[in-house]
């Protein structure tokens, strides 16, 4: 099975730190990628990696950044964290190429609920 | 852009009842769509895919049939199970774009 890990279930932070958040894929995919769950509006899109060191900008990047040194690992960063980014964080990753009955199957880790005070 | 709308709950149930979960969509080309389903605690989990129009997903007695002619891909199951309550989101894999973009997500409750 594929395994997505996300090192917290569970942060407090305080306003203005610096948070690290980390995922871990196991199978060696491409792709992956960083969304924000809050109620009523789903998933959003934050960053996403499809290659070692290469990024590419979601739909709310702002105040976010994202570090992929290995092709398993993909940390989020908050280089100032605020209020607003409280929140669920999910961290997916997919192989690049699923063949056509498979397309873009993405596969989620259990989530960070962050906690900025 | 590509977009999805679902809709609203909470969706409160009683064991046994039928099930059905609206789900729309807006995207150029022809699309993928899921259906993922969010247990309390938990990441999200793929239930069920359709690659192309008039394809039917299912799993785990829930079924969605992609509906290109009237951009839908509802979400239904005949008869709902305690063990079913969870979040439910739709989503779409669009053409060139390698991120999903998802619904709002409908919470779902069935009670004994």
């Known amino acids: 099975d594929v395994k997505v890990t996300q090192s917290s279930r569970y942060l407090v932070k305080r306003t203005g730190e610096k948070v690290f958040l980390e995922c871990v894929q196991d199978?060696?995919?491409?792709?992956m990628f960083w969304y924000r769950q809050d109620p009523g509006l789903g998933l959003r899109l934050i960053y996403f990696s499809y290659d070692v060191k290469m990024k590419e900008k979601g739909d709310i990047p702002e105040g976010y950044s994202v570090s992929r040194e290995k092709k398993e690992r993909f940390s989020l960063i908050l280089e100032s964290a605020s209020t607003n980014q409280t929140s669920m964080y999910l961290c997916?990753?997919?192989?690049?190429?699923?063949?056509?009955?498979?397309?873009?199957?993405?596969?989620f880790g259990a989530g960070t609920r962050l906690s900025v005070l | 852009g590509d977009s999805v709308t679902q809709m609203e709950g909470p969706v409160t149930l009683s064991e046994e009842a039928c099930l059905t979960i609206n789900c729309t969509y807006t995207a150029t080309g022809y699309p993928s769509l899921f259906w993922y389903v969010q247990y309390p605690g938990e990441g999200l989990q793929l239930l069920l895919k359709?690659?192309?129009?008039?394809d039917k997903g299912s799993n785990k007695g829930f079924e969605a049939t992609y509906r290109k002619e009237t951009t839908s891909f509802h979400l239904e199951k005949g008869s709902v199970q305690v063990s079913d309550s969870a979040v439910y989101f739709c989503a779409l894999s669009g053409t060139g774009r390698r991120a999903l973009t998802f619904g709002s997500g409908t919470r779902l409750q069935v009670q004994p």
């Open positions: 997916a990753s997919s192989p690049s190429d699923q063949g056509r009955l498979a397309k873009n199957i993405q596969y």
């Open positions: 359709a690659t192309k129009a008039d």
């Open positions: 199978m060696d995919h491409e792709n």
